[in-house]
């Protein structure tokens, strides 16, 4: 009943005419796929060209990150009305890399520029909230360390996450929602989560919705694996009962992230 959805994660990488030239083998390769959505995430400056090279196709456009506030003075940022108005539908908040006390912020970082950075929990729900106002999905994302997972408390953190990025959100709201749940030490490390354990980190994270905001809320939003995912363990991944789709990263920089989401289509 969920529709899949195979999401890219480009993160600090290609340029315009790399990235054009892409998303036209993609667009061609997904013509007349059906049964599987299909989005690139890229960087800001990539959005427009982006835009305009996957229209007429089935690719939907997201972006990596956005500010919460509407509008106003705040040098540098982008905003999700921003977003949508260069064409995306996606949007992922809070990923492991932009959060600040995790993932591949240096550890000789100061306190004071981990926060400054960093998004905790609070921040990704303003994001949230902020990107669904201005008729955005955000895909969000959550996931434990490798210190966490070995002292045995990854459905707790999981849960915490959750909890709070999803706080004041109708269930409606959440129906449509996309989440990533993406173990920190599996992301860009080749070390793919088993996918049994992947899908019962998702089950709980299902659990953890329908207790918060019902069986529609639970039913109806989708949650993806992320971390190594590839061609190679995609059909595993997909195999698994409440794994819906998957957020790449390395392997979307490439043609056969077609491939991905063809065998998510054929599930
Ligand atoms: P990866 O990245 O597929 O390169 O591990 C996934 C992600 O960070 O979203």
């Known amino acids: 009943m969920r529709t899949p959805l195979i999401a890219g994660n480009w993160k600090m990488n290609m340029t315009i005419a790399d990235g054009v030239a892409l998303v036209e083998e993609l667009k061609a390769a997904l013509r007349g ?75 000789s970082w100061s306190d004071e520029l981990l926060d400054a950075f960093g998004d905790n929990d609070a921040v990704v729900n303003r994001k949230v909230k902020a990107a669904l106002a201005a008729g955005l999905t955000p895909i969000m994302c959550c996931g ?82 992320g971390g190594s995912a590839s061609p190679d363990n995609i059909a595993e991944i997909m195999a698994q009962s409440d794994i819906d789709g998957a957020l790449v990263g390395g392997a979307a920089l490439k043609p056969s992230f077609a491939e991905m989401v063809k065998v998510a289509a054929a599930r």
């Open 33 to 107: 796929v059906t049964g599987a959505d299909a989005a690139v995430c890229v960087p800001f400056t990539l959005l427009k060209s982006i835009a305009d090279a996957l229209a007429g196709g089935t690719i939907a456009l997201g972006a990596q990150d956005m500010f919460w506030e509407p509008k106003g003075a705040y040098t540098g940022q982008i905003s999700a009305a921003m977003l949508h108005d260069v064409c995306c539908t996606y949007v992922i908040i809070g990923h492991s890399e932009r959060r600040g006390r995790f993932g591949s912020i240096p550890e």
């Open 144 to 225: 434990e360390t490798l210190a966490e997972r070995e002292r045995g408390i990854t459905d707790e953190v999981v849960a915490g996450q959750i909890t709070a990025g999803l706080a004041a959100l109708t269930a409606a709201q959440v129906a449509g929602l996309v989440i990533a749940y993406e173990p920190v030490w599996a992301i860009g490390t080749g070390k793919v989560c088993d996918p049994a354990e992947g899908n019962r980190v998702i089950a709980g994270i299902r659990a953890v919705v329908r207790r918060l905001l019902g069986d529609a809320a639970a039913d109806g939003v989708r949650i993806q694996y």
